[in-house]
């Protein structure tokens, strides 16, 4: 079955500690999207990337990067620059199109201590 | 900029009664317009949408939205709720940003729960 696959689904990491977050999909999609999500903040957008080598800021990108090298993988990496990391993380994909809905993984759940 | 509403962060409601869930947008022009569900830790799923064409949009587990452009609304009902509804309901419109570029533009989420 095709699919978004995120991993690990629970991270823990120490604080000042850079830490990646994986997302694979084999939809063959062109976007690809990092959200992060917070209790009542409901779904703010990291980064997105339209097509491989290629990828945007999205409106709380300050602590994070991406790197898009294959068009199946595109993961984010929470830097010790970020204030808040502790957060729960969805990676999404989507053909391109401009009405295509968004395809989620399960997300990771990331806990900086 | 466009903007996304969702009235009521959390929604109680009895086994078998009906569900709705409001959604309003502001928008300068007709967007395209989506309902996700999120069951807890999980991913997010899409329930509906509505591109052009037919204002009732019908999608799974058997919810459905009604797109009124007067009202700039979409809200999200279901005749019948089952146990299996409760989940984080989110509604997002489409932001044109540049190009074929595409930004969605998120509602805060409602919490549906179902009582027995």
């Known amino acids: 079955d095709g699919g978004i696959t995120q991993s690990p689904k629970y991270l823990f990491r120490k604080e000042g500690q850079n830490v990646t977050l994986s997302c694979e999909q084999n939809?063959?999609?062109?976007?690809m999207y990092w959200y992060r999500q917070d209790p009542g903040q409901g779904l703010r957008l990291i980064y997105y990337?339209?097509?491989?080598?290629?990828?945007q800021k999205g409106d709380i990108a300050e602590g994070y990067s991406v790197s898009r090298e294959k068009k199946e993988s595109f993961p984010l990496t929470v830097t010790s620059a970020q204030k808040n990391p502790t957060a729960f993380y969805l990676c999404?994909?989507?053909?391109?199109?401009?009405?295509?809905?968004?395809?989620f993984g399960n997300g990771t759940r990331l806990t900086v201590t | 900029a466009q903007s996304v509403t969702q009235l009521g962060s959390h929604v109680s409601v009895s086994e078998g009664a009906l569900v709705l869930l409001r959604c309003n947008y502001s928008?300068?022009?007709?967007?395209?317009l989506f309902w996700y569900v999120q069951y807890p830790n999980q991913g997010l799923q899409l329930l509906l949408k509505y591109t052009t064409g037919a204002t009732l949009v019908k999608g799974i587990n058997g919810f459905e939205a009604e797109f009124k452009k007067s009202e700039t609304s979409f809200h999200l009902t279901k005749p019948s709720a089952h146990m299996s509804d409760a989940a984080e309901y989110f509604c997002?419109?489409?932001?044109?940003?540049?190009?074929?570029?595409?930004?969605?533009?998120w509602g805060l989420g409602t919490s549906l729960a179902v009582n027995p």
């Open positions: 997002a419109v489409s932001d044109r940003v540049a190009g074929n570029n595409r930004k969605l533009i």
């Open positions: 928008s300068s022009v007709p967007p395209y």
């Open positions: 939809l063959n999609h062109d976007a």
């Open positions: 990337s339209q097509i491989v080598n290629d990828f």
């Open positions: 999404a994909s989507a053909p391109g199109a401009e009405n295509s809905p968004l395809h």
